[in-house]
């Protein structure tokens, strides 16, 4: 059964194109083209991902992500002009998955939903069910996480890397193996995607409850989980 994804972009063109090759690719494709019509198909269907161009009429690629985030976890992958970093900066703190810039290779592309598909789709969780640590508990199997009880409210890729920092918490973990084992490619020069991600969950840890537990950078080396004030792992 082909896998049915949602490309919401204006060019028409482009979503056509893109329709026949991903469709020999094994994915059945619908397409919208514009902002508005994209959260109400969006709504209706059940789509295992979305491909999210930044620029829409109506109502634009970013606000489509934000209000798509408030009852979907839908993996998006997001579209952006070359070189735009902030739109793509924007875009993954409101909730995007992983991004591409335009103009961009198909191959790449399905690469890229592959791999995120792939996360998403896992069943079996690559470490214990359930970890705790000082406070914090990742439950695997619900995709569930929680600081002093409080849910922390992560996208599917946030969760993906708080899983895998908890895994091995107080060991530091290096950019490029995260990159790789959470978006499932390789670390790009300039590529900031992880830092953003991390900083999205570092700011619901301390919402949650500050003081408690930190995701500290380590320079030249990577990020480690770690307990604050003396608490250690539970």
Known sequence: MNCPVLIIDDDAELTDML?????AEGFAVSAVHDG???????????????VLDIMLPGLGGLEVLRQLRQ?????VLMLTARGSDLDRIVGLE???????????????LVARMRAILRRFEAREPARP???????LEVDSTRFVARLAG??????GTEFRILETLAGEAQQIHRRDALTQAV?????LNQDRSIDTHISNIRRKLSAAAPGMVDIKAIRGQGYVLVALGGKGAV
Request: net charge neutral; glycine share 16%.
């Open 71 to 75: 009852t979907s976890m839908m993996p």
């Open 129 to 135: 069910a359930f970890s705790g640590f000082a406070g």
């Open 183 to 187: 978006l499932g490619r390789r670390l």
């Open 94 to 108: 409101l909730g995007a998955d992983d991004y591409m810039p335009k103009p961009f290779n198909p191959r790449e």
């Open 19 to 23: 329709g026949e090759y991903l469709g």
């Open 150 to 155: 409080v849910p922390l409210g992560l996208t």
């Open 36 to 50: 508005l019509e994209a959260l109400r198909v969006a709504g209706q269907g059940h789509y295992a991902l979305a």
